[in-house]
Nanobody, 124 residues
Framework: QVQLVESGGGLVQAGGSLRLSCAASGSIFSINAVGWYRQAPGKQRELVAT???????NYADSVKGRFTISKDNAKNMVYLQMNDLAPEDTAVYYC??????????????????WGQGTQVTVSS
């Protein structure tokens, strides 16, 4: 069983910073593409940033220059450094990862996983 657990959310004033972490655990063979998404009240979940297995980065226009996604393959960790936060960044932030895992009988499978989310609130 594979799990993703986010941490690092909280309440911060506008202009402040937070660092979100996403820990992957379980029978993981490899973590492929990973990403951070967010969902504000009454809005659809949207992509914030992604990083591929080879390290290619992609950011939503609204966070470019302020947020940085990174990963530590050895620790199965993904991070989102968020600087210069604004009230419009308030949302529940979710980690998503495409993971190859050992499924038994000498076989490996891949599928996407979501974490439970962590709340980020930015006050003005």
């Amino acid at each position: 069983q594979v799990q993703l657990v986010e941490s690092g959310g909280g309440l911060v004033q506008a202009g402040g910073s937070l660092r979100l972490s996403c820990a992957a655990s379980g029978s993981i063979f490899s973590i492929n593409a990973v990403g951070w998404y967010r969902q504000a009240p009454g809005k659809q979940r949207e992509l914030v940033a992604t990083i591929t297995k080879t390290g290619s980065l992609n950011y939503a226009d609204s966070v470019k220059g302020r947020f940085t996604i990174s990963k530590d393959n050895a620790k199965n960790m993904v991070y989102l450094q968020m600087n210069d936060l604004a009230p419009e960044d308030t949302a529940v932030y979710y980690c998503n990862a495409d993971i190859t895992y050992y499924s038994g009988g000498g076989h490996y499978s891949s599928r996407g996983y979501w974490g439970q989310g962590t709340q980020v609130t930015v006050s003005s």
